[in-house]
Nanobody
Framework: QVQLVESGGGLVQAGDSLRLSCAASGRTFSSYAPGWFRQAPGKDREFVAGTTRSGVNTYYTDSVKGRFTISRDNVKNTVYLQMNSLKPEDTAIYYC???????????????????WGQGTQVTVSS
């Protein structure tokens, strides 16, 4: 059992940066692979970024490659999403999630993740 709490969202202008944090408690976080998803109004939940237990293997959806970076600090039990060059189309509620199944690479499927945070709102104005 892992509890996840997101923070760091807010209202920014296009081109600005934000860093989202996801603090984990409960089971040892290093035993889970974290991912970030987002959901805009009227749209399906979308995979954004994920990493493995080690934090070495990462994967990003095409729309954020080169702009977003996922990282984890297993000492602090925290996963981060650094978002640079934000665009209005990045506006969404961002969720962190944890996958307890051992995999060689992150899963892009929401069904693969066992635990979810409550989400944090990111709004990017033009």
């Amino acid at each position: 059992q892992v509890q996840l709490v997101e923070s760091g969202g807010g209202l920014v202008q296009a081109g600005d940066s934000l860093r989202l944090s996801c603090a984990a408690s409960g089971r040892t976080f290093s035993s889970y692979a974290p991912g970030w998803f987002r959901q805009a109004p009227g749209k399906d939940r979308e995979f954004v970024a994920g990493t493995t237990r080690s934090g070495v293997n990462t994967y990003y959806t095409d729309s954020v490659k080169g702009r977003f970076t996922i990282s984890r600090d297993n000492v602090k039990n925290t996963v981060y999403l650094q978002m640079n060059s934000l665009k209005p189309e990045d506006t969404a509620i961002y969720y962190c999630a944890a996958d307890r199944t051992l995999r060689s690479s992150p899963s892009i499927l929401s069904s693969a993740y066992d635990y979810w945070g409550q989400g944090t709102q990111v709004t990017v104005s033009s």
